[in-house]
């Protein structure tokens, strides 16, 4: 069975512009996570989305959205970067049907912010 | 507020030594806690997961962990490190998100 496939790998924008990171969850898989990974603060949750709502939200500001699909893929959007965007954006994806479903993690996307 | 905190950022082991990497959770996380590791740039790979059915917890590439509700702590252990186990580990726990530890660098000396 394929792994979490997240693209792309890497990505670099200037400050003001908007990206969209995309990730496709292991197959069977409904629910996807984001997070951000940097030095400095670590795995910070993003948000959640399960058949394609969002169920949950960590503490990050309103540039940051996301949605899902009915095929379960995800996909992530920062408007109006800044510099401390910058970061290891990770996608996770388990089945979502209990509590603490164990996640699988993607690669990541290497976001730099010029 | 429900956290994991990993003491330890850094941690050097020669190659056969115990490996010992630390973890305490916040009294206020329910009892579902996990220990990940990643690889440079790589995604998270889940070593073993803690849901209550017992203390001691096995899992991959020899690592097992102790969940101790009287210290609030599950650390990690491996009896002898090999070369191949250098990487970062992070410590995670569940409340109604994931919560991460700040990770800790496992560098092992030959």
């Known amino acids: 069975k394929a792994g979490v496939t997240q693209t792309p790998r890497y990505l670099i924008k200037t400050r003001g512009q908007q990206v969209t990171l995309s990730c496709s969850p292991i197959s069977g898989h409904r629910s996807v996570s984001w997070y951000q990974q940097t030095p400095g603060q670590g795995l910070q949750f993003l948000f959640e989305y399960f058949s394609e709502t969002q169920r949950n939200k960590g503490n990050f500001p309103g540039r940051f959205s996301g949605r899902q699909f009915s095929n379960s893929r995800s996909e992530m959007n920062v408007s109006t970067l800044e510099l401390g965007d910058s970061a290891l954006y990770l996608c996770?994806?388990?089945?979502?049907?209990?509590?603490?479903?164990?996640?699988?993690f993607g690669p990541g996307t290497r976001l730099t912010v010029l | 507020a429900q956290s994991v905190t990993q003491l330890g950022s850094h941690v050097s082991v020669s190659e056969g030594a115990l490996v010992l990497l630390r973890c305490n959770y916040s009294s206020s996380v329910p009892p579902y806690l996990f220990w990940y590791v990643q690889y440079p740039n790589q995604g998270l790979q889940l070593l073993l997961k803690y849901t209550s059915a017992a203390t001691l917890v096995k899992g991959i590439n020899g690592f097992e962990a102790e969940f101790k509700k009287s210290e609030t702590s599950f650390h990690l252990t491996k009896p002898s490190a090999h070369m191949s186990d250098a990487a970062e580990y992070f410590c995670?726990?569940?409340?109604?998100?994931?919560?991460f530890g700040t990770g800790t660098s496992l560098t092992v000396i030959p």
């Open positions: 996770a994806s388990s089945i979502g049907g209990a509590v603490a479903d164990t996640q699988y």
């Open positions: 995670a726990g569940y409340g109604n998100q994931f919560y």
